[in-house]
């Protein structure tokens, strides 16, 4: 079993920045694929980036188009950490973000299209609020 909890949500006005981290416990090897996820109000749950590890220790990311050049996602794998730093924040990315972990997909089926059906392992979520 793996553990995911995420900190660092809050409020800011447009333009601004916050950095999310999601502490993993448990069985940490079982964290191959690692995403951010948001759910805004009467919305479906999207993926927003993942990250993957490669074999030699090296990882990979993908981010979905409106979040491109704004926001990176990485990981401490001493701390067992993932991370969100969101830069340039629209009220558009107003929502609860949560952080998932697949213990098997890697490269390209780790992508943050990925139906959340895919991840067996959630946290409970940190909200993001933006003001216009």
């Known amino acids: 079993q793996v553990r995911l909890a995420e900190s660092g949500g809050g409020s800011v006005q447009a333009g601004g920045s916050l950095r999310l981290s999601c502490e993993a416990s448990?069985?940490?090897?079982?964290?191959?694929?690692m995403g951010w996820f948001r759910q805004a109000p009467g919305k479906e749950r999207e993926g927003v980036a993942t990250?993957?590890?490669?074999?030699?220790?090296?990882?990979?990311?993908y981010y979905i188009d409106s979040v491109k050049g704004r926001f990176t996602i990485s990981q401490d794998n001493a701390k067992n950490t993932l991370f969100l730093e969101m830069n340039g924040l629209k009220h558009e990315d107003t929502a609860m973000y949560f952080c998932?972990?697949?213990?098997?997909?890697?490269?390209?089926?780790?992508?943050?299209?990925?139906?959340?059906?895919?991840?067996?392992?959630w946290g409970q979520g940190t909200q993001v609020t933006v003001s216009s």
């Open positions: 448990g069985a940490t090897y079982q964290t191959n694929c």
């Open positions: 990250l993957y590890t490669i074999y030699n220790g090296g990882t990979g990311t």
């Open positions: 998932a972990a697949n213990p098997y997909l890697t490269g390209g089926d780790c992508n943050p299209t990925l139906q959340t059906s895919n991840f067996p392992y």
